[in-house]
């Protein structure tokens, strides 16, 4: 009889991190958590302003922790692989050196930004040269902050990686930059699939710091001797699809070619593939973007605020927010929030993808007072502001969904939900009746999935994406949720 062979992803959202091992088992694929850790922005006084950055050196001790977990169980990888959040990046000296600090996406530096970048280089133009929506906290944005704010840095560095590259860099000693998560810097050529040189050198970056583009499935290499000491094993390291919305996509349980998705968690990302990039006008004025995707199967999406402003909600409350009839026995989870939701009343609703929900101080003052302005009831009560967000919500996938059809001239009958927000089940229900569109919903875990999904086809376990497809419906299956 073989021996088991496990594949480990490490799967880092902006709010938490989990190591997953999987192995086949009955031709079915055997998921394990091994290890979760929280994940956050710290706050720090940069040049006498607080900001907002990633502590690398804490999340990198987490991988190699969970990576522990799996050598403790007697459970070693063959490969592994490292999936983050899209835009955040790393640079590194001459000497390959971290220069801090790590900046997060929702910091403020990034602040019009836009407005500088189109100065040089018009939006249509750029949105035709690399498809990518306009986000205020794109790589590009952040760039041109770096350049003008503290160009030392800049001047100072050798390599650019992002979030996911960087940490393959701690573990192999191996520079890589992966295309899917390239891609959402907005400095990526749609016509040449690499970075757009021209491009680059016209924002006045510095041409040295981008590696040339990698695809999921790429070995990087093995572990540093020093890894292997400490964590008690050796293996390969291997891209998958980095961004972790590429690799939730790779998972979505559908062999149909029109597969309208959510990748649903801190961000609801909802689109569906093409071969071909559409950098229409269309595309462009609806802020829909072509992210790259496994095999250059382009990701044609929106980004919605998702479940961020739950989550923001959730932590304001454990944190003692004060509201009337408040008790120490209140529940709120994730899960009671929805249900408690379902039984409200108040119809009010927020512009869900407005950017004063981005960062703002308070995440339940900001949608009281949305309220307010528009004349609406205002939420009082944990479970109000939960309908009002899941609501708000639904009404975005509706929207995006008249919208994707519109411009692709595709018709969905059912959307397709994946990742942790397929677990809320009155979210489920509110989307399919106010679509119209039957959902599909599962798995939870699956960017992980897609993670490691992309490490099996690259060790001959599926022989191609629409395989690997084919395997997560009968390991995982879906919840039906009819309109």
Known sequence: MSETKYYLAVDMGASSGRHILAHMEDGKIVLE????????NDKIEVNGETHRIWDTDRLFREIKEGMKKCAEAGKIPVSMGVDTWGVDYVLLDENGEKIEPCYGYRDHRTNGMKEEVYKIVPERELYERTGIQYATF???YQLMAAKLQEPEKLEKAHTLLQMPDYFHYCLTGVARQEYTEGTTGQLISVKTNNWDYDLIETLGFPKRIFQDVSMPG?????LRPEVQAE????CKVILPATHDTGSAVMSVPSE???TLY???GTWSLMGCELEKANTSVEAMEANFTNEGGYNHRYRFLKNIMGLWMIQSVKQELEDGYAYEGRTDADDYSFANLCDMASKETIDSLVSANDERFLAPDSMIAEVQKACEEAGMQVPRSPWELARVIYRSLAMCYKEATEQLEEITGKHFDTINIVGGGSNAVWLNQLTAQITGRTVLAGPGEATAIGNLGCQMIADGVFKDLFDLRRCVY??????????
């Open 218 to 222: 790429t070995l990087v290499g093995e």
């Open 231 to 234: 964590v008690g094993f050796n």
């Open 474 to 483: 009968t390991s995982f299956g879906v919840k039906e949720y009819k309109a």
């Open 256 to 258: 149909a070619e029109n």
């Open 138 to 140: 794109n790589t590009i």
């Open 33 to 40: 958590e091994m290890y979760r850790f929280w994940n956050g």
């Open 262 to 264: 959510i990748s649903s």
